[in-house]
């Protein structure tokens, strides 16, 4: 069985493309899923799960053994039906997140996408395993149910954590904000849209790009 979770933050924050990405998947006979904390227990060994949120790809990843756990974006370009917009030539920076540092096969997903959508990628010179941002998620204390669901992605995550005051990270995001090239700024996850948003920057997700609703 085909499970599609789009994350519940993802939803919050992107309500009319998880709606229409749900509506496609439905139609495929994919079956969808609400919440990676609470709806995992009837998943079983052979099945396929869609996700399009790092942090439930790091719970994914943990708590399905002997499950097949693949990103949206991956999903989407093995897809021959899938119909990809075109964005005539838009250049946007691309901002990768250290939640996937060790995920390459999302990282290089993420890039085949923006080719298939005629979107023109900036790299950042801190790209790919060099990335260490998520926005000020690294600022802040870890959600202690992610860490009990997730304990060795948290566990290596945490060397980079450092707490600060609200005011440091709104100072830190604003300065990380100056390095960007492009007015807009790809993203694929909630904390590093957050910390870009919380720096005065336009961050764009990637779930509204390929499903056509900006």
């Known amino acids: 069985m085909i499970y599609y979770l789009p ?11 998880v709606e229409k990405m749900s509506e496609y998947m439905i139609k ?6 609400e919440c990676c904390r609470t709806e995992l227990d009837n ?3 052979g099945d396929t799960v869609i996700h399009n949120c790092t942090l439930c790809g790091l719970i994914l990843k943990e708590r399905l053994k002997d499950v097949e756990i693949i990103s949206l974006y991956e999903y989407c370009l093995k897809d021959k039906e899938f119909k990809w917009p075109q964005y005539s030539s838009l250049y946007l920076t691309i901002q990768d997140c250290i939640r996937m540092i060790d995920n390459n096969h999302l ?4 890039r085949e996408c923006c ?3 005629n979107i023109q990628v900036v790299e950042m ?3 790919f395993e060099k990335t260490r941002y998520c926005g000020v998620w690294l600022n802040n204390p870890a959600d202690p149910l992610c860490k009990e669901l997730a304990p060795q992605a948290f566990s290596h995550l945490e060397k980079y954590r450092y707490i600060q005051s ?6 830190d995001m604003q300065k990380w904000n100056h390095q960007y090239q492009t007015e807009y700024v ?3 996850c909630n904390g590093c849209e957050r910390g870009i948003k919380l720096g005065g920057g336009n961050p764009v997700h990637i779930i509204d790009l390929i499903v056509g609703v900006l």
Not at 7 to 17: F, I, M, P, S, T
Not at 28 to 33: F, P, R, Y
Not at 107 to 110: D, L, T
Not at 166 to 171: K, P, S, W
């Open 43 to 45: 998943i079983k060994e």
């Open 7 to 17: 994350g519940c933050d993802v939803r919050k924050n992107h309500l009319e493309a």
């Open 28 to 33: 495929k006979d994919i079956h969808i899923l």
């Open 115 to 117: 080719y298939r959508m």
């Open 107 to 110: 990282q290089k997903a993420i």
């Open 186 to 188: 790809l993203v694929y």
């Open 125 to 127: 010179d801190e790209n």
């Open 166 to 171: 609200q005011e440091q990270q709104i100072l």
